[in-house]
Every structure is written in C-alpha cells, then in structure tokens.
C-alpha cells in the first residue's frame, strides 16, 4: 500500500509540473504581472527598409523591453513571414500572433468601416500634419455613432487595444507610360492598383480602372503590364523598388494618406503591468509622430532615385486646366460618394467624414471649398 501512495504521489508532481510547464507556453507568453517575462510574437507585413519598421515597430519594441527592464520581450517576424499583410486580424483571433504589427482596417472596410477616412483625397497635407490629426482621432472622445466614439466602434467593440501607425506622405498618382495631356486619356484601359474602397471610387471618378491589391504585390503587377499605375505615397518608392518602375507621377494634390494599426487583444493587452501599459502607450505616441516626420523626410529621397531612373513628376498646377479640373471634382465627389455609401450601411458617413476634415484642417491641411462647406 505504501509503495501505491508513493507512486500516487509522483504522479500527481508529474502532473502539476506539467500543468505549470503548459501554462507559461500558451498563447506564446506569460502573465507581465506574476513577474514572469512576457514574451510576445509580433508579425508585421512589411519589410524592414519600410519606414513603419524604422519609425515605429523596430523602436517601439526595443524601447519597451528596455524600459520594462525585460519584463515585456517580442519576437518580431517582417515582410510576412508570419502572418501576410493585410491578414493579421485573422491571426489574432486564432491567437497564432499576440501583436499585429501592420494591423491594416483599410483594407477590411466590412469590420473596419471608419478607418477609410484617412484615405479622402485632400488638397495639400503631408505625413506630419495627417499624423497630428489621426492621434486626435484616436483619442477624441466625439461620439459617432451609438454614443461611441471612432475608437470604441473600430477597436474597442472588437476587443483590441490600438496604436496609430505613422502616417503616410500624400498618395501620389503614378504610372508606368501615361501623362494626361488631356482629360481624354482617363479611360478604363488603364488599370491603377488602389488600396481601399476609397481609391477605386476615385479611380470611377476619374474614368479608369481601380484594382485593389496589397502593395507588396504591385512591383510584380507593373512588372508584368498588369497594372498600368498605382496610388500611393513616394516615400515607400524605394522599399518596394517602385522607384524602378514609375514614369509619370502627378504631384501637388493629395489622393489621401494611409494609417494602419499596431493592435492586441484586450487578453494580452492585460497581461502587462499598469507600468508596462504606460511605457508602451507613451512610445507609441511618441513613435506616431516621430515615424511621421521620418517618412516626410524621405520624400526628396525617393522622388530624387525615381527621377534618376527617367521619372518624371509633374505638378498639379502646371496641368492642362481641364485636367486640373478633372481631378479636383473627382475628389469632392469621392467624400461624397464615401459618406453616402456608409450612410447606406448604416454607419455615421457624415460625422466621421466631418470629423477627420476639421482634425485635418485644425492641423493645417488644405481641402476643396466644397469639402469645406459639408454640413
């Protein structure tokens, strides 16, 4: 009998060490406030040269395991080798990531039907007064809809806690041979790779063919004479060898910026400290706006080796008027068209819209009279 209880007695250690042993590996971390170190796996869809890497996720997860005297640790995977781009909401429902980077909701306009209005396209504004804005946004305690705010109905209803990326510079209209002498070359020939629901109305408005793709697959897609063109900011030219492929660029006029998120579950979110919780929300506001200026400092950069390989930009005002004309009542129509399409679904199109452009304007951007004028 004796011999029994000892062998009940071993089995029973084996079984609680075992326990305790499965308990610190689940979910790929371990609680922040048991003094354990909390380890955090982090994807992000874009490479290391891109300026969200440098600007944000590079310093930000350095800073904070310093400052928490590694007590909170990630283990970072780019340019999707964990998760791809645009995916990582997925990722962090199944709980294969603790953090998503590159958390992308212009691109899930379905779960994430407000963070498109960073991407109306504007007059002038640059990446830090566009950044300036979006922090506000993240925080303004306006209500939009239901008596909640952009934050709640985009983040917190869905149970994450989220960090604004830094801002993008302008998106800029490129392509690969078209100049747009005259407004008869916008037809639907020519096909430009969008990022959101918002660029391929812009791209209606225009008279040409939208393609929505992420912009890691775009350098492929112009390499093939798949697409024609592309919207997007020229800072990130270089990065993705763009600089290589782009012709004619319009300059001068704003076709929207972009915004992702760096986000987490709430779960996880609660497994640091209230003094974990600070460092990391302190440097990611930090981070927002010092990434910002990054990417607007890099802008001379790109245009300069794009222009080295036989790019040519061409501004705004120095298109032919009609042209000029075409592309600025294409952007008033494209806050229309957007504000009307999510009143449609039910969302509160007119005041996010109304939001962002006074957040935008009390920054120091430039919008058309009309967008100025909506009530």
Same mark, same amino acid.
């Given at each position: 009998?004796?011999?029994?209880?000892?062998?009940?007695?071993?089995?029973?250690?084996?079984?609680?060490?075992?326990?305790?042993?499965?308990?610190?590996?689940?979910?790929?971390?371990?609680?922040?406030?048991?003094?354990?170190?909390?380890?955090?796996?982090?994807?992000s869809g874009v490479p290391d040269k891109h300026f969200w890497h440098r600007g944000l996720f590079e310093p930000?997860?350095?800073?904070?395991?310093?400052?928490?005297?590694?007590?909170?640790?990630?283990?970072?995977?780019?340019?999707?080798?964990?998760?791809?781009?645009? @995916?990582?909401?997925?990722?962090?429902?199944?709980?294969?990531?603790?953090?998503?980077?590159?958390?992308?909701?212009?691109?899930?306009?379905?779960?994430?039907?407000?963070?498109?209005?960073?991407?109306?396209?504007?007059?002038?504004?640059?990446?830090?007064?566009?950044?300036?804005?979006?922090?506000?946004?993240?925080?303004?305690?306006?209500?939009?809809?239901?008596?909640?705010?952009?934050?709640?109905?985009?983040?917190?209803?869905?149970?994450?806690?989220?960090?604004?990326?830094?801002?993008?510079?302008?998106?800029?209209?490129?392509?690969?041979?078209?100049?747009?002498?005259?407004?008869?070359?916008?037809?639907?020939?020519?096909?430009?790779?969008?990022?959101?629901?918002?660029?391929?109305?812009?791209?209606?408005?225009?008279?040409?063919?939208?393609?929505?793709?992420?912009?890691?697959?775009?350098?492929?897609?112009?390499?093939?004479?798949?697409?024609?063109?592309?919207?997007?900011?020229?800072?990130?030219?270089?990065?993705?060898?763009?600089?290589?492929?782009?012709?004619?660029?319009?300059?001068?006029?704003?076709?929207?910026?972009?915004?992702?998120?760096?986000?987490?579950?709430?779960?996880?979110? @609660?497994?640091?400290?209230?003094?974990?919780?600070?460092?990391?929300?302190?440097?990611?506001?930090?981070?927002?706006?010092?990434?910002?200026?990054?990417? @607007?400092?890099?802008?001379?950069?790109?245009?300069?080796?794009?222009?080295?390989?036989?790019?040519?930009?061409?501004?705004?005002?120095?298109?032919?008027?009609?042209?000029?004309?075409?592309?600025?009542?294409?952007?008033?129509?494209?806050?229309?068209?957007?504000?009307?399409?999510?009143?449609?679904?039910?969302?509160?199109?007119?005041?996010?819209?109304?939001?962002?452009?006074?957040?935008?304007?009390?920054?120091?951007?430039?919008?058309?009279?009309?967008?100025?004028?909506?009530?």
């Amino acid at each position: 009998m004796k011999g029994f209880r000892w062998i009940a007695l071993l089995l029973a250690s084996l079984f609680m060490l075992a326990a305790c042993g499965g308990e610190s590996e689940s979910g790929g971390s371990a609680s922040g406030n048991d003094g354990k170190a909390l380890k955090l796996r982090a994807s992000s869809g874009v490479p290391d040269k891109h300026f969200w890497h440098r600007g944000l996720f590079e310093p930000l997860t350095t800073t904070v395991s310093e400052e928490t005297d590694g007590q909170v640790q990630f283990e970072v995977f780019t340019a999707g080798e964990l998760v791809s781009l645009g @995916n990582e909401m997925d990722a962090l429902t199944s709980g294969s990531i603790d953090v998503a980077l590159t958390l992308m909701p212009p691109y899930d306009p379905q779960r994430f039907p407000y963070s498109e209005v960073v991407m109306l396209p504007l007059l002038e504004s640059d990446a830090v007064i566009a950044a300036e804005a979006m922090g506000k946004l993240m925080k303004s305690d306006q209500e939009i809809k239901d008596g909640k705010t952009y934050y709640e109905l985009e983040y917190t209803d869905k149970g994450l806690v989220a960090f604004s990326t830094p801002v993008t510079e302008p998106y800029l209209f490129s392509t690969t041979k078209h100049k747009f002498d005259n407004v008869g070359e916008f037809n639907k020939a020519i096909r430009v790779r969008t990022a959101s629901r918002v660029h391929e109305m812009l791209a209606k408005e225009l008279g040409i063919t939208g393609q929505s793709m992420p912009i890691t697959d775009a350098y492929d897609a112009l390499s093939r004479n798949a697409l024609d063109g592309i919207i997007y900011n020229s800072p990130d030219w270089i990065a993705f060898g763009l600089d290589e492929l782009i012709k004619y660029s319009i300059t001068g006029v704003n076709f929207g910026h972009f915004a992702g998120a760096t986000a987490m579950k709430e779960s996880t979110w @609660n497994k640091m400290t209230e003094e974990q919780q600070k460092i990391f929300t302190e440097k990611a506001d930090e981070y927002l706006m010092t990434g910002s200026q990054l990417t @607007n400092s890099e802008t001379a950069e790109n245009i300069a080796a794009n222009e080295a390989k036989g790019g040519e930009m061409l501004p705004f005002d120095q298109l032919d008027p009609e042209v000029q004309k075409h592309l600025e009542t294409a952007i008033v129509n494209v806050w229309k068209v957007w504000i009307d399409d999510l009143e449609s679904q039910g969302h509160a199109g007119t005041e996010i819209a109304l939001l962002w452009r006074d957040l935008l304007v009390e920054a120091g951007a430039q919008l058309p009279t009309e967008i100025l004028e909506l009530n």
